[in-house]
């Protein structure tokens, strides 16, 4: 049979490729050219990556079999469509087709659910008879141990950055929940034999004169004793590798120091959020934010290259966080940083979590890139996730912040540069964006205040003028803030101890959130745990200050006791604390 496999472009998308760009920044995807290579001798089997070429569909071909995520299927569709109403069988795999076989077999005669390789070949029999079975399901993950030197010989080679892509690992040791790796490779965790690693290494080195090589893995770091068996047996090799593994790798320093000598040059590293609430909430926790600069200069300080992935519109992303990404991105000179927006893909739990919660708008697949909003944000409307998404990703790649980030000693200078060119390019073609209206809220409310008084247990002892304690207790006032609903209605959290410098601070953000649009400002007091008397009249006897704003502010969770007092003294909306 002719055997024609597609690998289908994106249909739409807000962030245009032009050929110069893919041949700066992109690689092949192997699964295709590893189904070519398991094609029986007697099979005359072609490849076309519409990404960096054009599909002729009027060629003469027996067997059609595309592969696509989520994102290119549309286009996968399209494709498929066409070549059966020219008489064309149509077999249909990847993850999309796999999540949502019963969709994907409307425009399909055959449909591979799960990894290719146990069943490709009777597939191919079953098409040359004529009498494809619709749904073939492999019943268990594939031996990779098995898995031949993919047929990249078939691409054409001079249209990517690199064509030397080669697979050592296969799946993800964790499961997060906006991902569908663990998933769809069945929640294993598989590694090939390093001498058969080494050995398709040589072989590229040998047949196409590779000096760098793709190793596309999703974790290639998730065993890290797999991990330095392979480092240790490529340094002999003397090439240069890319990969995409986690953070969790500066913590081993042999592993790191292994990296380095065995040529890694560049990390793809899902960091997704700078919220331990959100990573904790996406069940990545083994992120630690707090050890986040340190273990991005530990890699740096190896000469790898961090392409830092980041995710805006979890539940707990406020307005401000695009400005305080892009700050992290550019502080901490992340080389690529790309931007993602929380994509419900079919197949991970949140996909099932927000399709329950009936979040989801859109199911039109194309736009499922990661570059549009297809769900209903938490704590922002979707235009302002969308909007906050380009502007990050404009003002990232403005040359003043390409070179605060590309201009340190980090080697293979060049390189860096001709990347954040490629992908300026690319970002240079999507809508403008803007900050979102409330960002410097967030951003500039939030803070831990340390305590510089004595302190009075409570408010009571406060409002009679109670003599301060003659021990100082060492405290904080901690303020918070969150948006309630649609409207610009802000609360402010309060936790600790209320003293005079802390009071007078409430007050500056209490005024920048009503100049910056805040319509009510709610003061929630129920984890203050002590006030002092100075905190006291700086809260409660600024009469111009209580006159100009009496109307915006409201307080909640106040002791019962004094509800009445306060109420009359500043005109203040105030509720009371309720009851255990």
């Excluded at 109403?85 to 249909?92: D, L, S």
């Excluded at 609430?277 to 790898?304: C, M, P, Q, W």
């Excluded at 610009?488 to 309060?494: A, H, I, K, N, Y």
Aim: aromatic fraction near 10%.
């Amino acid at each position: 049979m002719r055997i024609k496999l597609i690998d289908p472009a994106l249909k739409e998308s807000h962030m245009k490729h032009c050929r110069k760009v893919v041949q700066t920044i992109w690689f092949p995807r192997l699964s295709l050219p590893v189904l070519a290579a398991l094609a029986p001798p007697e099979h005359e089997v072609a490849i076309t990556d519409e990404t960096v070429e054009a599909l002729d569909m009027n060629e003469t071909v027996d067997l059609v079999g595309i592969g696509a995520m989520s994102t290119y299927i549309p286009r996968a569709y399209e494709i498929a469509d066409t070549y059966r109403e020219k008489g064309v069988p149509v077999v249909m795999g990847g993850i999309h087709a796999s999540f949502m076989p019963e969709e994907s077999l409307q425009h399909a005669d055959a449909i591979v659910v799960g990894e290719a390789e146990n069943v490709w070949e009777q597939v191919l029999e079953d098409a040359a008879k004529g009498k494809m079975k619709g749904i073939y399901k492999s019943d268990r993950p594939a031996n990779i141990n098995r898995i031949p030197v993919p047929r990249l010989d078939l691409l054409k080679r001079n249209l990517y950055m690199t064509a030397n892509s080669l697979q050592t690992t296969r799946g993800c040791p964790f499961s997060c929940d906006f991902c569908s790796v663990t998933e769809f490779f069945g929640n294993t965790y598989r590694f090939r034999p390093v001498e058969q690693v080494v050995s398709e290494v040589q072989h590229l080195k040998e047949r196409f004169d590779a000096k760098f090589v793709a190793l596309v893995d999703d974790n290639i770091v998730g065993n890290r004793k797999y991990a330095k068996e392979l480092f240790r047996a490529l340094i002999p090799l003397n090439i240069k590798w890319g990969s995409q593994g986690s953070l969790t790798m500066a913590n081993d320093d042999e592993l790191m120091k292994l990296a380095r000598q065995s040529g890694c040059v560049s990390m793809f590293i899902g960091i997704e959020s700078l919220s331990e609430t959100t990573l904790r909430a996406a069940n990545k926790k083994f992120n630690r934010v707090t050890a986040y600069e340190e273990s991005i200069k530990k890699i740096h300080d190896h000469g790898i290259m961090i392409n830092g992935g980041f995710i805006f519109g979890f539940d707990t992303d406020d307005e401000g966080v695009f400005e305080r990404t892009v700050e992290f991105v550019l502080k901490n000179r992340i080389t690529l940083p790309t931007y993602h927006i929380l994509t419900p893909l079919p197949g991970p739990r949140l996909f099932y979590k927000l399709k329950a919660d009936g979040r989801i708008f859109d199911y039109d697949w194309s736009k499922y890139n990661s570059g549009n909003v297809v769900y209903t944000p938490k704590l922002m409307p979707p235009e302002t996730l969308q909007e906050g998404y380009f502007w990050a990703y404009h003002e990232t790649y403005k040359y003043s912040s390409i070179a605060r980030r590309v201009l340190h000693p980090q080697q293979r200078f060049i390189q860096r540069l001709g990347l954040n060119q490629g992908y300026r390019r690319v970002v240079r073609s999507s809508p403008d964006g803007r900050v979102p209206r409330f960002s410097e809220i967030f951003n500039k409310i939030p803070e831990i205040i340390s305590s510089r008084e004595h302190i009075t247990a409570t408010l009571e002892q406060a409002a009679k003028g109670a003599m301060e304690t003659s021990s100082k207790i060492m405290d904080f006032l901690k303020i918070q803030i969150r948006k309630i609903g649609s409207e610009p209605v802000f609360q402010f959290d309060l936790q600790g101890v209320l003293d005079k410098v802390s009071a007078r601070k409430s007050w500056r953000k209490i005024r920048l959130a009503i100049n910056q649009g805040a319509e009510t400002v709610v003061i929630n007091f129920q984890e203050v745990s002590a006030i002092t008397p100075r905190a006291f009249k700086v809260l409660l006897l600024k009469k111009r200050m209580i006159k100009r704003y009496r109307k915006q502010i409201k307080l909640i969770n106040i002791d019962p006791r004094h509800v009445e007092a306060i109420r009359e003294m500043t005109g203040f909306q105030v509720y009371a604390r309720r009851s255990p």
